[in-house]
């Protein structure tokens, strides 16, 4: 008989399908081990049945995950420091990002008794089931000597990615001019002494930002962003340091004009990073605990055990909640979208588009997705051509004063616009992932998200593992298509109602089809 989530502590009455077996699953699977598990599947409840067992360690990429394990779950979260107010009074308005104690430490603050930071830090530290993000996982030495039973990789899709920044420095000659760092030396190729002049060049620099961080420190008040930025890159440093060091394996090292690529154009810089993350992730989140991967996409097992260097883990897919026939993907009988499309192409793809959402309410909002900024004005241009007209938002690149927009500034535009006009259909370049669509219905992918081959980094990791680079299109795919449906029993069909409409339009994804989750390919319908 199935017990209760009660009998474990979870505030639930019931397990869903397949939630009690994946937790069983889990808490007697070997040292380390994978599960793949669709959005709206429950797998959050893995590691909060995992801690009636022993300390257990979640980790997280977003603050928005961090915070649904606390809600639900009652997860002891710490999210970074910038989410906690500072209470010295001396600092008042800042949050603990800027705390005055970081050179000295923050237990030397007077105030550090009523820290709220230190006091969620602590908590973390002694509780039985903490959420953290990878970043203070991979940045705090103690933490991760702390007595840990299970270690739980959430979003675990993500680790390459993670390991690679982690492990990885890029620097532009602006950041090199700005801080006073020694120049970049030349090279070419990623060869022993490329690598031997990298080294020398990350140590020097280490030194330079000790110095700087030292000089800045005499007045912590007036300079905590500029000692944040340097305490970063020298983290980031040490990182990359560490990871030279334990493996000298599938560096791309070069310097020198056009090299270091930064929002999609070539500057001068230079770029010592890993091709792949298999040399790393076993020293960055093995020990002495058992490890569990989740994900909702993991995509095709192999190519994602060899990327982390994980032999012969012990896998598991849990089905989804609910069946293909409830969240169709269309798939629009649309040409291959390359650079080398003609323009009837372009107006094919252009009334496919418009005709799927035309089928859809007029009220539904929602999203299409398109790779470059450019893209998402011609799109939209043609869109209100094929009857759209009114309907269409592109987001601004800047704001008024000339600043870059990021995501969440976009989204925040984005919603407002939303509400204000039903029915709009955001053509973005940035809401790829990490977008929780509650309130829009449309969701499509004009072009597949295959990594720009114009940077030589990303030639030379899809050189590297052409399987890696398809891996990783078909994750950000999936990961783009799930905008709209998240998990709850709403955003799904039933016999006799249409909830959502999500759609590819780009030949394109046959590609990527062997790495598609099965979950996903089950739901693909062409129309
Ligand atoms: S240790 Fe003191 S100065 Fe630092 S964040 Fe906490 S209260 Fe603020």
Redesign the pocket.
């Known amino acids: 008989m199935i017990p209760s989530p009660r009998d474990f502590s979870i505030p639930f009455d019931r397990f869903r399908p397949y939630q009690y077996e994946s937790c069983v699953w889990a808490q007697e699977h070997p040292d380390i081990s994978i599960m793949q598990a669709a959005t709206g599947s429950g797998k959050s409840i893995v590691p909060a049945y995992l801690s009636n067992f022993g300390r257990t360690v979640v980790l997280t990429r977003t603050k928005a995950l961090q915070q649904q394990y606390k809600e639900t779950l009652n997860a002891d979260i710490l999210m970074g420091r910038a989410n906690y107010p ?3 009074p001396e ?1 008042k308005g800042r949050t ?1 990002d800027d ?3 970081a050179d000295e430490g ?1 237990h030397r ?1 007077p ?2 008794h ?2 709220v ?2 006091y969620y830090k602590h908590q973390a530290l002694g509780t039985n089931f903490a959420c953290v993000n990878y970043a203070y996982w991979l940045s705090s030495p103690r933490f991760r000597q702390s007595k840990i039973e299970y270690l739980v990789l959430d979003e675990s899709h993500l680790l390459p990615h993670i390991c690679l920044e982690w492990v990885g420095s890029t620097f532009h000659a602006i950041t090199r001019a700005e801080y006073g760092l020694p120049r970049f030396p030349r090279i070419g190729t990623a060869n022993a002494a490329g690598r031997g002049s990298a080294l020398d060049w990350v140590s020097a620099t280490q030194d330079v930002l000790r110095g700087e961080y030292k000089r800045l420190s005499r007045n912590a008040k007036d300079n905590a962003k500029r000692m944040r930025k340097v305490e970063r890159m020298g983290y980031n440093l040490g990182a990359c340091m560490e990871g030279m060091s334990a493996s000298s394996a599938a560096w791309y090292i070069k310097s020198g004009p056009g090299v270091a690529y930064y929002r999609g154009a070539p500057r001068p810089g230079i770029v010592i990073r890993p091709l792949t993350a298999k040399y790393h992730f076993g020293r960055l989140f093995l020990g002495e605990w058992k490890t569990l991967l989740m994900s909702a996409t993991v995509g095709d097992f192999q190519t994602f055990s060899e990327e982390l260097g994980i032999q012969d883990p012990l896998t598991r897919r849990v089905p989804s909640n609910f069946p293909p026939s409830t969240r169709p993907i269309y798939i629009l009988d649309a040409p291959k979208m390359s650079h080398k499309s003609k323009q009837e192409d372009y107006d094919k793809q252009a009334s496919e588009i418009a005709r799927a959402i035309r089928r859809a309410p007029q009220n539904w909002s929602g999203f299409i997705h398109v790779t470059r900024k450019t893209e998402s004005r011609l799109l939209g241009e043609r869109l209100e051509k094929h009857g759209l007209s009114g309907r269409l938002w592109v987001p601004p690149l800047k704001d008024r004063r000339g600043k870059f927009l990021g995501t969440n500034e976009q989204l925040e535009m984005w919603n407002k616009w939303r509400d204000d006009y039903p029915g709009s259909i955001a053509v973005s370049w940035q809401f790829w992932e990490g977008v929780d669509g509650l309130n829009e219905k449309i969701c499509g992918v004009a072009k597949i998200p295959f990594p720009f081959l114009g940077d030589p980094y990303e030639q030379a990791r899809m050189k590297y593992s052409h399987r890696m680079y398809n891996q990783r299109t078909a994750w950000m795919l999936q990961q783009s298509l799930g905008r709209t449906r998240r998990g709850r029993p709403q955003d799904y069909d039933t016999e006799d109602e249409m909830r959502g409409m999500v759609f590819i339009a780009d030949g394109n994804y046959t590609r990527v089809k062997s790495y598609i989750d099965t979950d996903f390919l089950e739901s693909m319908v062409k129309i």
């Open positions: 500072c209470v010295h600092n603990c705390c005055l104690f923050m603050c105030h550090s009523d820290c930071y230190l």
